[in-house]
């Protein structure tokens, strides 16, 4: 850059028109020249006076009177040129050239002497003006260190309810350069940096009493808001974004049951008489499609991969944004650190203020990546979160010190949040909320056509990978003995060679395409996996029998590889449990693949027999809509429950609480439940025990019934044990995720010392569990009676 300003005018005359742009580049030019002088000259941290904050920065300038004068002249300099360039610019698309001739000889006027060698020569001193800078700060860090123990404001206080600041001092003082977060929040390696933000960002530390604690003020809660139904979908899709195929997927499920949606909410809005509801803030973070996650499912959308979880997620975001809530959607890291106001650094610092949302849907993926990113603020915020989890975590494995301690550790549970802030894909672990996703509901005209339209002898295989169809040429020889076979086995150019010659494949096939073919076929069947995926509810609600394997010993993480790991001790029996308990015959058949004498027999029954399109109303848009409404309108995990029995001691309970039912061994709530503030209702509840060796999943069911583990704390008490004419000899309460339960051996009563430990799930041949189950809605097993 050795141009001179006298060059710069005679190309202002030689091309006028021209001017404009390039006279934005000599002033972008000019203006970086002086910002960088500036930075390069001017500012350090300066020694701080007994009366400064730690945070307090006073800027000096360095480099003395000549650097002063230096930049005095270049800031005049360039004030002249913007001026006067400013009148040129005016002129540029003019042929005024004796004005132009003016103006730049103007500028050849104001051209300094020497000023490219100076800039020139200031710059090649960079580097050392930059460690003089470094020593200065140095320096400084040392002298304040020396005044803080000098002026005694900054001596560790000693104090028995902050019994960690002192640890917590030593590893700010050896650690505090490891995360920026540490100086964003104005730690400066200074004793009195570290106990500033240990008590005000952090609460390891006492409150200063020398700091002025009226500085932050206490922000008021935001007003409530009512939400309101809303049918247009056209702000959510364009939240969800684009870039993905798993995006695309899940937009293009919005837009086709939008209508469906719409006319779900006007129902339900009718249902509850347009009862006010509270519009909450919702920030839902997809984990798995960020890129920090790996996302390996986006790029397999177009190549069968799974579909199950976007079907799911698209589903919530509908459900939410319908329902009149005010949801934000984050599918990368950086979104998830915009919304949340995460502090620049890696993760070590917490958030400072309010939480700026009321709930955060997320799956596990997203869990870990708040826990990196969220800092200590996580444990204080988890309450607010909702882990999507299809395969459920039961308490044992959530809890971190008694799967630590019990071999219930795997990677993916021990969060140590409430066993209800997970939320399913089905309705198999009572411990979590059942989420669900929804399927295409069809009317009246469309079933009628369906049945008219079902070829008897059309069967469609359930799995769209290869690998799905390995080993399984027995069971499609017998089923092409009956029926024609067609498959939707993903290829790119050669046909797979599991799939047999005879087998009639359509490829991988748009969801509208998938469910003309669904429409035509008689059986929808499937080989043992995937496991539990919305294409069999699908399939049944498309007018489909659905054939599937049992599993003879059931499946589970002892038995069975894709288990294993999981945060579960569920034994799955088939296929598809909840189509196999919830449905049934004759939309789901579940028989013994091994038994070729039985699977022959089965098709030729689903040839004599018709059914109709079936469709569970938990899987229709409006029951989706309703239950998601209950649990945001009533769950709240941020509030401390009422202790029970109300007082210290059971003895405040006037007598036994609990009666016997009619003509039943099930016991129910005596006393006044509408006192108590409880969701589900106290009058839900229904007592049993189970059997040796049963747990309460099973007790509940065997009566028809749902383990409601929201209820456990109420029989967590010795009356209960009496009512049930359980006689205790002893009494003991423990961390045990099978009591509050009855050793019949010992005659010993035992309690849950931990509520984080109340679980529906697990059994012992050792203990009779005490069950707290409640009755359903028809149709809705998540919801009791009394729940909506």
């Avoid at 570290?194 to 500085?215: D, G, K």
């Avoid at 995006?247 to 949606?261: D, E, P």
């Avoid at 489909?544 to 599993?551: E, V």
Wanted: charged share 20%; aromatic share 10%.
């Amino acid at each position: 850059m050795t141009a001179s300003f006298s060059d710069l005018s005679t190309m202002v005359r030689r091309c006028p028109v021209t001017f404009k742009p390039f006279r934005i580049f000599v002033l972008g030019v000019g203006f970086f020249s002086l910002c960088f002088l500036m930075t390069s000259l001017g500012g350090q941290f300066s020694a701080k006076r007994p009366r400064d904050s730690p945070f307090t920065i006073r800027a000096e300038v360095l480099g003395g009177q000549e650097s002063r004068g230096v930049l005095r002249k270049i800031s005049d300099m360039l004030e002249v040129i913007m001026k006067r360039m400013d009148a040129l610019s005016k002129l540029s698309n003019t042929t005024d050239t004796h004005r132009l001739d003016e103006l730049s000889s103007a500028l050849d006027r104001i051209q300094p002497i020497g000023l490219v060698e100076r800039i020139q020569a200031i710059a090649q001193n960079m580097s050392d003006m930059a460690v003089r800078v470094e020593q200065i700060l140095q320096r400084g860090m040392a002298a304040n260190r020396i005044r803080d123990g000098a002026f005694g404001q900054c001596e560790i206080p000693k104090d028995p309810r902050y019994p960690d600041c002192n640890s917590k001092m030593d590893w700010m003082r050896a650690r505090w350069t490891s995360d920026p977060c540490y100086a964003f929040y104005g730690v400066d390696g200074s004793d009195c940096s570290f106990l500033i933000y240990l008590s005000e960002v952090e609460w390891f530390c006492p409150p200063l009493a020398w700091r002025n604690q009226t500085a932050t003020p206490t922000l008021k809660p935001l007003p409530k808001k009512q939400a309101a139904f809303q049918s247009d979908v056209g702000s959510l899709l364009e939240q969800v974004g684009t870039g993905k195929e798993s995006l695309s997927f899940m937009k293009r499920r919005i837009r086709r049951l939008a209508a469906q949606w719409a006319s779900a909410a006007r129902r339900l809005d009718d249902k509850l008489h347009s009862h006010w509801r509270e519009q909450k803030r919702i920030l839902v973070h997809v984990g798995f499609l960020t890129e920090e996650s790996g996302d390996v499912f986006s790029p397999k959308v177009l190549k069968g991969g799974p579909l199950g979880e976007m079907v799911q997620w698209a589903d919530i975001l509908t459900a939410l944004h319908v329902l009149g809530h005010n949801v934000k959607i984050s599918v990368s890291l950086k979104e998830l650190h915009g919304f949340l106001g995460v502090p620049p650094g890696r993760g070590s610092c917490p958030l400072t203020g309010p939480l700026p949302f009321d709930l955060i849907y997320t799956d596990y993926h997203g869990l870990q990546q708040m826990k990196q990113h969220m800092g200590l603020s996580l444990r204080k915020h988890k309450c607010h979160i909702r882990v999507i989890d299809t395969f459920g975590t039961e308490p044992a494995y959530n809890h971190e010190e008694y799967a630590t301690l019990h071999g219930y550790r795997t990677n993916w549970g021990y969060w140590n949040l409430h066993g209800q802030q997970y939320m399913t894909m089905f309705p198999h672990t009572p411990d979590n909320s059942f989420m669900g996703f929804v399927a295409e509901e069809l009317n009246e005209t469309e079933k009628l056509y369906i049945q008219r339209s079902k070829v008897n002898n059309m069967a469609l295989v359930y799995g769209k990978d290869a690998s799905m169809w390995k080993d399984k040429e027995k069971f499609l020889a017998v089923l092409h003995r009956y029926m024609e076979v067609h498959g939707t086995v993903y290829y790119e150019t050669q046909r797979p060679p599991e799939v047999p010659a005879f087998v009639k494949n359509h490829g991988l096939l748009p969801q509208q395409e998938l469910q003309q073919l669904l429409r035509k076929a008689k059986l929808f069947i499937g080989f043992g996996f995937p496991y539990e995926g919305p294409a069999p509810l699908e399939a049944i609600a498309n007018g489909c029998i659905f054939l599937q394997p049992k599993f003879n010993p059931p499946h589970s993480s002892l038995n069975h590889e894709f288990f294993r790991g999981k945060p579960t001790s569920r034994k799955v029996s088939s296929q598809h449990p909840y189509a196999e308990q919830y449905i049934g015959r004759p939309h789901v058949i579940t028989i013994d693949f091994n038994n070729s004498e039985e699977f022959d027999a089965t098709i030729r029954e689903i040839m004599r027999i018709n059914v109709e399109p079936f469709l569970p109303y938990e899987y229709t848009c409006e029951g989706m809509l309703e239950r998601v409404h209950a649990y945001i309108q009533n769950q709240d995990f941020c509030s401390p429950e009422d202790p029970f029995p109300p007082a210290n001691s059971s003895r405040a309970l006037p007598g036994s609480p609990f009666i016997l039912l009619p003509n039943s061994r099930i016991l129910t709530w005596f006393s006044n439940s509408s006192s108590i503030s409880s969701w589900p209702p106290l009058s839900a509840l229904r007592l049993l025990t189970s059997l040796q060796g049963q747990s309460c999943v099973e007790a509940c069911q065997s009566e028809g019934l749902i383990c409601e583990p929201a209820l456990y704390r109420f029989i967590n008490i010795k009356e209960a044990f009496s009512a049930l004419k359980l006689e205790c000899e002893g009494v003991e309460s423990e961390m045990n995720h099978l009591f509050p339960a009855f050793s019949a051996q010992h005659a010993e009563c035992g309690l849950q010392q931990d509520p984080l430990l109340f679980s529906c799930a697990g059994s012992s041949m050792k203990y009779q569990r005490l069950c707290p189950c409640r009755d359903y809605r028809n149709g809705q097993v998540a919801l009791c009676r009394d729940c909506l």
